[in-house]
């Protein structure tokens, strides 16, 4: 199966033009965060998730930790999806999903150890896929994405193994580790943003290399499972 890669940290609409025409999938939008690169207002998320074509779908990351702040902050920029960024309350994300039943909803687990699958069951009869990050949502300032940081990709590969849900893996992803990233965990996507930048702006070179290496190695993967 083709591993689907979602661009994020997308800032304009120049940007989601340069992701799409590189191939992109998805294309996220990141409103406002206690930290982190990439927030933009979310007037600019509206104007970009009105121009992008489908099927290019297009997140709003959003920290909100309520479904009714969710479910304002989704109707305020039109997203095809909602990324969850916080580990919210169980019961707001089935409240949500009573909201915004045509909006695809994506929980973000931040990875820390191994009891990052304890929270599958609690999310997954809600949400349409899991995004697993490398934040730190109970620092002093939470950490809710954007770190550049890889985690630990056994725990990663594990939960890819526990569910059902398609899972997106994302932290310190570049051309240089993905292929190992791709075998070691199996993600039905990708989800990446400084590993496709250069001094705060989309790369196209940095892009272009990293869809390479994912084609590549989606291609070198099949032909192994063919084989076998």
């Not at 398609?166 to 039905?188: D, K, T, W």
Request: aromatic share 4%; glycine share 6%; net charge negative.
């Amino acid at each position: 199966m083709r591993t689907r890669i979602k661009v994020c940290c997308i800032a304009s609409p120049q940007e989601a033009h340069l992701a799409v025409q590189a191939g992109a999938d998805a294309l996220g939008l990141v409103a406002r965060m206690p930290s982190g690169p990439g927030p933009i207002p979310d007037t600019m998320i509206a104007t970009v998730t009105a121009v992008v074509p489908p099927p290019v779908a297009t997140f709003l990351l959003t920290s909100e930790t309520t479904a009714e702040a969710i479910s304002a902050h989704v109707r305020a920029t039109n997203p095809a999806t909602v990324q969850v960024v916080s580990h919210i309350a169980p019961e707001e994300s089935e409240k949500l999903a009573r909201l915004e039943p045509h909006v695809r909803r994506v929980q973000v687990i931040h990875v820390e150890g191994p009891e990052a699958l304890d929270l599958i069951p609690a999310y997954a009869p809600h949400v349409h896929a899991f995004l697993l990050d490398s934040g730190r949502p109970n620092a002093a300032i939470a950490e809710l994405g954007g770190t550049g940081r890889a985690h630990d990709w056994e725990v990663s590969a594990a939960f890819v193994r526990s569910t059902e849900r398609p899972v997106f893996l994302a932290g310190g992803l570049s051309a240089r580790n993905v292929a190992e990233a791709i075998r070691q965990v199996r993600p039905y996507g990708l989800d990446l943003c400084s590993g496709v930048r250069t001094n705060g702006r989309l790369d196209p070179e940095k892009l272009a290399a990293f869809m390479m290496a994912v084609s590549q190695t989606d291609a070198a993967l099949a032909t192994a499972n063919a084989i076998s």
